[in-house]
C-alpha cells in the first residue's frame, strides 16, 4: 500500500478512553490525511495535513485531533472515544492534490 | 450536505456485461474527478480519473463519461468479470482543495 502502515489495525476500546491511532508512511509525500468510512457515508476528513506541524480540519473534525512532528508521522487521537467513532480510519498520503494513496485501515470498535 | 452524491448503492451485474455507475455534483468549481476501487480488507486505490476539458476518458475496460452542463460524470465497466466486484467511490476536487467523496457502490459481478 504504497509504503504507508496504519497501526493498530484492529482495536477495541470502552467509551471514554483516549485512542491514537498512527499513520506512518515512507514515501516523504508531503500531504497525509485521515478519513473515517462508514456505510451510507463512504469516505469522510477528519483532518488533513500539508506539512510538518502545518493541520487543518475537515469535515467530520469533532472529537479527533491530529500530530504531525515528522514528515513520516501522523497521529490521530480520540480524547475521549464515543460509540459513535466506531468505524474502519483509513490514511492517506499524496504529494499532489487529488491522487491519494490509502493505507490498509484500522477497524475500531467502542464499547 | 453531500456534494457528491452517487448511485446506485449497490449494483449486480453478470459476467461479461456493463456495469455502470453514476454521479452528480452541485459545485461547478470542482475540476478532478476520480475513481477509487476498494477491495475488503483493503484501502481504496486510485483507478481512473478525468478533468472537465474532456468528455471520455477510457482505460482498459473502464471508462469515464463526463457531462459538465449536466454536472454529471459516471464510470462504466465493459466486460465486467468476478475480479471487478468491489466497492467504488467517486470523488471531486477543487484545484488544490481535498477530495470530496461519493457514499460507494457496492458491485457484484454474478459468474
Known amino acids: 500500500d504504497a509504503g504507508i502502515t496504519q497501526s493498530p489495525r484492529h482495536k477495541v476500546t470502552e467509551t471514554g478512553t483516549p485512542v491514537t491511532l498512527r499513520c506512518h508512511q515512507t514515501?516523504?509525500?508531503?500531504?497525509m490525511y485521515w478519513y473515517r468510512q462508514d456505510p451510507g457515508h463512504g469516505l469522510r476528513l477528519i483532518h488533513y495535513?500539508?506539512?510538518?506541524?502545518?493541520?487543518d480540519k475537515g469535515e467530520v473534525s469533532d472529537g479527533y485531533s491530529v500530530s504531525r512532528s515528522k514528515t513520516e508521522d501522523f497521529l490521530l487521537t480520540l480524547e475521549s472515544a464515543t460509540s459513535s467513532q466506531t468505524s474502519v480510519y483509513f490514511c492517506?498520503?499524496?504529494?499532489?492534490?487529488?491522487?491519494?494513496?490509502f493505507g490498509s485501515g484500522t477497524q475500531l470498535s467502542v464499547l | 450536505q453531500q456534494q457528491v452524491k452517487q448511485s446506485p448503492q449497490s449494483l449486480i451485474v453478470q459476467k461479461g456485461g456493463i456495469s455502470i455507475i453514476n454521479c452528480a455534483y452541485e459545485n461547478t468549481a470542482f475540476d478532478y474527478f476520480p475513481w477509487y476501487q476498494q477491495f475488503p480488507g483493503k484501502g481504496p486505490a486510485l483507478l481512473i480519473a478525468i478533468r472537465p476539458d474532456v468528455s471520455e476518458k477510457k482505460e482498459g475496460r473502464f471508462t469515464i463519461s463526463f457531462n459538465k452542463s449536466a454536472k454529471q460524470f459516471s464510470l462504466h465497466i465493459m466486460d465486467s468479470q468476478p475480479g471487478d466486484s468491489a466497492t467504488y467511490f467517486c470523488?471531486?476536487?477543487?484545484?488544490?482543495?481535498?477530495?470530496?467523496f461519493g457514499t460507494g457502490t457496492r458491485l457484484l459481478v454474478s459468474p
Open positions: 470523488a471531486a476536487s477543487q484545484s488544490f482543495q481535498k477530495l470530496v
Open positions: 492517506a498520503i499524496s504529494e499532489s492534490i487529488g491522487n491519494l494513496f
Open positions: 514515501e516523504n509525500h508531503r500531504y
Open positions: 495535513s500539508y506539512g510538518v506541524k502545518d493541520t
